[in-house]
């Protein structure tokens, strides 16, 4: 890693803090501090994306640098400073609390961001250590690469380190604090700005620092916009809506639930960023939700999340509009977030059912198709892709997506597939489907398995899932017993799997 090409442009073209590393604490009108990682006893390369690597040209991962003990020279390593909406209310400074960035890669793809998760306590880290263990760090190095594999937008992982130290956590924050093993993930991004990163400033009143940062986003990541009025924002705003909007779209596509749609957890770059609770759902229940501490509200459940995605794209503009001449302008961009969302959903619908085309009248269809998946426990992946298969219309075919196959609403689907086959005239686009309904996903129980294995230092079956995952859409028939499964009733009550919280 010593012989990267690294850069650190958001060191030097921004404003930060005067002192290096210290305590948590305030400090305002800075976009960063500069900070070293803790050192950590035994660091040790157990999981490598040597699809990432090889973007960044690395042929080898250095246990000592993605564990924080080493910094090689052109590092600059600094945390971010940003604020957030969270669960709806404005929590003001949050920060980099338990992420390092070590600095900025030069690679013939593009400059790429490398920044460790959990390497130790920052200006930022508030009350906690700055930590993170192998459960949550075995959980964002799977699903990060697996939603990269679906085609889906968002942060990767680099490397999943074991530190050789134990970090105390609550995992149901209900009084029992434990010991568990800790870990680094190093993730990648062309930048981990978030709404929360320019949020801060304009909620502050520091138009000046939020300029400088602005221009600073827009001169690097999207330089296309760069303009001397109004429109250039417009435009910049208009296209991370719109990116927003369709990777919502796509959790929606592949029963995906983010579970902490905080404004600070949201990516300038439309990429899905922080995986915490997140969760896949199994039977098809749009109020679902994997993230304990949204239980009762259910605010970011699986059906709410195109409306919260507004929500906080809503936060950003108005965090905009004191840079802005006409800040009325700013509905522009929150019309075309609207209408991305609909044009993203109306194709999803139309290549999740093969229909080549949306027409008016498929709106029934569709809504039918979302009310009968939801009369008894139904497995969205697995009914989706067997739907991509069906020879002719009868439920006896979709058998194995039902959970209590003696319940099938017999008639209510025999009904709705007549429906559909005659709208597809008996040939559905077979393409559009099986690249649209996965066959794998990283459902719940499966990284449980992984993190369970993994805890007794046994990687295999992380590995096998990150293999698995690398092809969704292909039939992988050696692996269909094993994984082409509906939630085992083991995982249906078990902590990790239907029940997840933020203590990572
Ligand atoms: P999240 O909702 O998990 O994205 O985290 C919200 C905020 O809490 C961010 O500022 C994090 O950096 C911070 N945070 C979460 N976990 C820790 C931790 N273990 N140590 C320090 N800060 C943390
Ligand atoms: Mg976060």
Redesign the pocket.
Known sequence: MDGLNWLNRFVTETPGDDEIGGKPRQVPHACWSRVHPTAVPEPSLRLWSDEMAQELNLEMGDGDILGGNRISGGMDPYAQR?G?H?FGNWANQ??????ITLGEVDTKNGILELQLK?PG??P?????????VLRSSIREFLCSEAMHHLGIPTTRALSLVTTGED?VRDVLYNGNPAPEPGAIVCRVAPSFLRFGSFQIHSMNGDKETLRTLVEYTIKHHFPEHRSENDDGLIQWLTQVGQETARMISEWMRVGFVHG?M?T??MSIHGLTI?Y?PYGWIEDFNPDWTPNTTDARTGRYRFGHQAQIGAWNFARLLESISPLMEEPERLYESLEAYYTEYEHCNNAMWSNKLGLKELREEDGDLIQELTANLQLVETDMTIFFRLLSSLKDPSIEHLRYAFYDESTIPITEWNNWLDKWWKRVDGQPDREAMHSSNPKYVLRNWMAQLAIDAAEKEDYSVAQELYELLKQPYAEQPKHEEEWFQKRPEWARHRVGCSMLS???
């Open positions: 940003y957030g969270q949050l920060g980099d609390g338990r992420a959990g306590i920052t930022y880290s508030r009350f906690a250590d700055g930590k993170a970090v902490v905080n600070d957890n922080d915490g933020c203590s990572s």
